[in-house]
């Protein structure tokens, strides 16, 4: 076995034609005026160095990091608030070097480094995700398992349905089978026409057949109005059909007659509708109108013109402030509709 090598434990331990001497990190003079560390000295190596030195075997630094050296923490302001400055000295030297801990929990709080203000970063809520920002200030986005598919819940104005695999030519019919405030209109509607390209369309008079249709197709026109139930049914010949998917339309909320387009905000995004007409439905249609990260569904809130214009403004917004009133639905009877 070569000198120098063997199985380092605390001390100088001798083995047979083996010396293995504890090394560590040396700080010292070594350049002019610019303290530096070496790793891999010895005591005694490190004792010969221009002072001030100081040696700590528990210490290495890979011989690249400046040593600041110091008596006391006063000498390790580092300029943060939310640090403590330490001087760590080994035992037996009169210099150590600097630390600068945190003095906070990372993992609860976010500190302003300039005054030490702690922000507790969680918010309690499940449905946003926590950062802690430069300059301490805490943000929250929304959770992506909180969000919802617009598409998957009643709306006032559109029924939304999956078209599924088409391997023909096909077109949709579009039927009304009850209606809460229009019981009058139930029967046939039209046809679903030529989608956009958001897969939204209108109703038809005459049947549109298309080769391809989007996987999903939203429709919104006169003919579709709150408390509604519609049946789509798909047909490659005008003749035979397919079973009919189910559609149904926002229910009346209790004890307003219509206007519920959104449930609570659940710091994410806005719950599907849930039966009641209050100023969160207003509010959520303003943020939709001003475009904002707290916005709903363009489909649910969009409910004026008498056809919906796919546009969120501050019609729909008043809209709704008239149901919140109380008005009645101020749209035509669907078969009324032109």
Known sequence: MAAGTGFPIPG??????????????????????????????????????PGPQFFSADEICFGIDACDFCA?????????????????????????????????DPGIDCCDSSTGELTTIDDGNACTIDHCQFGGNVSHTANPDCLFDADAYPKNRYVSFETGVITVDSAFHVRMTA??????????????????????????ADPVFLPDWPSIVRVGDCPIVPGSTYEIRATSDGVNFDPPIVANTTAP?????????????????????????????????ILTFQAGASAAPLTWADVHPEVPNRIVNINDVYTLILAFKGEPYPFADPADCP
């Open 253 to 285: 909320p209790t004890p307003k007659l219509w206007g519920d387009i959104v449930g609570d905000f659940n710091g994410a995004a806005w719950e599907p509708p849930n039966g009641i007409l209050n100023v969160g439905d207003v509010q959520a249609a």
């Open 179 to 204: 209606s809460t405030h229009f019981p009058a209109s139930v029967g046939d509607l039209g046809w679903v026409g030529v989608p956009d390209g958001d897969g939204t369309a209108l109703v038809v």
């Open 12 to 49: 100088v331990v001798f083995t047979p034609a083996c010396i293995t001497v504890i090394t560590g990190r040396c700080c010292s003079n070594i350049s002019t005026g610019t303290p530096v560390c070496e790793d891999d000295l010895t005591e005694a190596e490190c004792d010969l160095r």
């Open 72 to 104: 006391t923490g006063s000498n390790c302001g580092d300029g943060n608030a939310c640090t403590e400055d330490l001087c760590v000295i080994p035992p037996g030297e009169n210099y150590g070097y600097c630390e600068n801990r945190l003095n906070y």
